[in-house]
């Protein structure tokens, strides 16, 4: 049966979606704070956790059971109703967004075909900028809330952090709604399969959404709102048991939600590489679970690639974070969607289709546009890295300075 299930059908297959997904999205989360310990110990020569069940599997569970008969505290000074809230703002986006994705190509049924995108609205790609962004909210919230210093510092730490590279994710995704034409994750999945993958067509606008996607999770090294070092644990500092651990599963699944974005909008989403079986001819249950097993493989990529950074990487101080946000990432978004659109509108004006032609062109902007990127950011002066900004002649004449202070000092001494 062709076209879409409409009634109670309808109603019933998006429940069934809405079950199967959620199941799926909620053991996932669950399991990568175990993939997260046991990668971590890897990296680190040392055992993870392996003695709740075989291999460790069942330790997701323990700490579950445990959060969930923890004692709750309130600290007597916080704001109690918006102590409760926070964890709930942070959580919901997080459970929210993932519901527009396709996951798969479209599944036949015997009352029509149904889409794998529990809501298939035809903004989606909107729909997950405008819920994502709430997120924020949870975590300043929590740290105003909590009526601790070190709270309050970590909740507008991050207020700073999501709102700066908010605007450069925003902007990241612009040439690819340009190459699409369209805001529908669908169609951007179809023009991938029609051209070629956003990563190799669209580098830079690849490179920056990564870059954001960490800021905007509060990963390393990015993870300044939370900072153990400077911050105690930042804006969760009050928190304990399940409304500690409801910031923890939200932080993971904005991961998997970013991870599932970054393949739908630069990886082909469901497509399955160097083959056209999954895009050409008839639905099937075979192509439904086979795409959707791809997207899922690709996500779970990006879900160790988070882990794996954080794990190699230091963390930026303040000022490096904002200033790559805002020094480095925006004028060069501005710059690349000028590009991209100039590109476009040249291909057009000269009748040359979306082939070889229009990929091999912007392929080779791209790889020049990187090139010229590592060679701006490698002058050492935008990002304020650890080495000095001062010049040769200054820096020898400070030296010699403290030579010749150090050379009194030693002869006051001898006198």
């Known amino acids: 049966m062709t076209g879409e299930p409409t009634g109670w059908i309808w109603v019933a297959l998006s429940v069934a979606k809405l079950l199967a997904v959620f199941g799926v999205y909620l053991l996932t989360v669950a399991y990568t704070t175990l993939a997260e310990r046991r990668i971590s110990a890897w990296i680190q020569d040392r055992h993870g956790p392996n003695r709740v069940g075989p291999q460790g599997l069942l330790q997701p569970i323990a700490d579950g059971i445990k959060n969930l008969l923890k004692e709750e505290t309130v600290p007597g000074s916080a704001n109690p109703w918006m102590f409760i809230m926070a964890p709930a703002l942070a959580f919901i986006p997080a459970f929210v967004t993932w519901a527009v994705i396709p996951w798969g190509a479209p599944l036949p049924t015997p009352w029509g075909t149904i889409s794998l995108a529990v809501a298939d609205l035809p903004v989606g790609f909107l729909f997950i900028l405008a819920i994502s962004s709430l997120g924020v909210y949870g975590i300043t919230l929590a740290g105003w809330s909590s009526n601790n210093k070190y709270s309050l510092l970590g909740g507008l730490r991050s207020s700073a952090q999501m709102v700066s590279y908010e605007i450069s994710m925003g902007m990241s995704t612009i040439p690819v709604l340009l190459l699409a034409g369209n805001v529908a994750l ?227 001494r001898g006198a």
């Open 186 to 412: 669908g169609d951007i999945v179809a023009q991938q399969q029609a051209t070629a993958w956003n990563a190799v067509l669209l580098s830079v606008a690849f490179l920056t959404f990564l870059i954001s996607a960490f800021a905007e999770t509060n990963r390393l090294p990015f993870d300044l709102p939370e900072a153990e070092s400077e911050l105690v644990a930042g804006y969760h500092t009050e928190y304990s048991a399940m409304k500690y651990s409801m910031f923890m599963i939200a932080e993971y699944a904005n991961m998997m939600t970013a991870g599932a974005l970054i393949s739908t909008l630069f990886l082909g989403g469901w497509d399955i590489p160097f083959t056209s079986w999954d895009s050409t001819g008839e639905p099937g249950v075979l192509k439904s679970l086979a795409t959707f097993g791809m997207l899922y493989a690709k996500t779970i990529f990006w879900l160790f690639f988070f882990i794996w950074v954080r794990w190699t990487l230091p963390r930026f101080r303040y000022d490096q974070l904002m200033a790559l946000g805002w020094r480095v990432l925006l004028p060069l978004l501005l710059a690349y969607i000028v590009l991209i659109a100039s590109v476009l509108l040249a291909f057009d004006a000269a009748g040359i289709g979306r082939g070889p032609v229009f990929t091999g062109v912007l392929f080779t902007a791209n790889v020049v546009c990187l090139a010229l990127l590592a060679f701006w950011l490698d002058r050492g002066r935008l990002v304020s890295p650890a080495s000095s900004r001062l010049k040769t002649q200054e820096l020898d004449r400070l030296r010699q300075v403290a030579e010749r202070r150090a050379a009194l000092a030693a002869a006051s």
